[in-house]
């Protein structure tokens, strides 16, 4: 079955310190990969989007990941986190087979001051 | 211009009951998707409606309907609500059947 999987459940840094959040999805075929953030109480927002091209996309707050395709991975970084950063990600992928995306369950970062 | 706009933004309902959510999409933006975040189970696709068609639609069961109209506007409907039905309900759009990147503020029913 099609999974997205995020292998933290929560993580806990402190400011300054460097963040790699995995993700891994298992669809086969041509994807497109997401990254959302969803800060306490506010909407999901998007981060980030892979469709095509160059496997390192940046996203907003400076926030990247990187699409192995060898590895079916789309893991999330960002080289030095601020406390501003506590929030839950989430990884999503949608297929070309389908029109649905699906969601990993989520990981939640708390970044100490 | 304004986000997607879900009301209402709470609900409280008792086990038995029916509850329609309604969601506004950006402007232009023809389709809508839904979701339903629990702490459990995560965010789960519920269906994507596009052009007033149901393009596709995730693993719930009939309880779960919904529809759009032809300004883009959609509902979602839950019949003969069940305790599991707490959640927060998330819609989305984007302009084409697509990749989602605007969410709702979601709408937060509790099931008693």
């Known amino acids: 079955a099609q999974s997205v999987s995020q292998h933290n459940h929560h993580v806990i840094l402190s400011e300054a310190a460097s963040l790699e959040l995995g993700c891994n999805y298992s669809?086969?075929?041509?994807?497109?990969l997401f990254w959302y953030v969803q800060y306490p109480g506010q909407h999901l927002q998007l981060l980030l989007k892979?469709?095509?091209?160059?496997?390192l996309v940046k996203g907003i707050k400076g926030f990247e990941a990187e699409f192995i395709k060898s590895k079916f991975s789309f893991n999330l970084r960002k080289p030095s986190v601020q406390w501003s950063d506590t929030a839950e990600y989430f990884c999503?992928?949608?297929?070309?087979?389908?029109?649905?995306?699906?969601f990993g369950a989520g990981t939640r970062l708390t970044v100490k001051p | 211009k304004a986000g997607v706009t879900q009301t209402p933004r709470y609900l409280i309902k008792t086990r038995g009951q029916q509850v329609t959510l309604s969601c506004s999409p950006i402007?232009?933006?023809?389709?809508v998707s839904w979701y339903q975040q629990t702490p459990g189970q995560g965010l789960q696709f519920l269906f994507e409606y596009f052009s007033e068609t149901q393009r596709n639609k995730g693993n719930f069961p009939g309880r779960f309907s919904g529809r759009q109209f032809s300004n883009s506007r959609s509902e979602m409907n839950v019949s003969t609500l069940e305790l599991g039905d707490s959640a927060l309900y998330l819609c989305a759009s984007s302009l084409e059947s697509g990749p989602v990147e605007y969410f709702g503020a979601g709408t937060r029913l509790s099931v008693l």
């Open positions: 892979y469709f095509s091209g160059d496997p």
């Open positions: 999503a992928v949608k297929s070309d087979n389908n029109n649905d995306m699906r």
């Open positions: 669809y086969g075929g041509t994807v497109n």
């Open positions: 402007s232009g933006h023809r389709s």
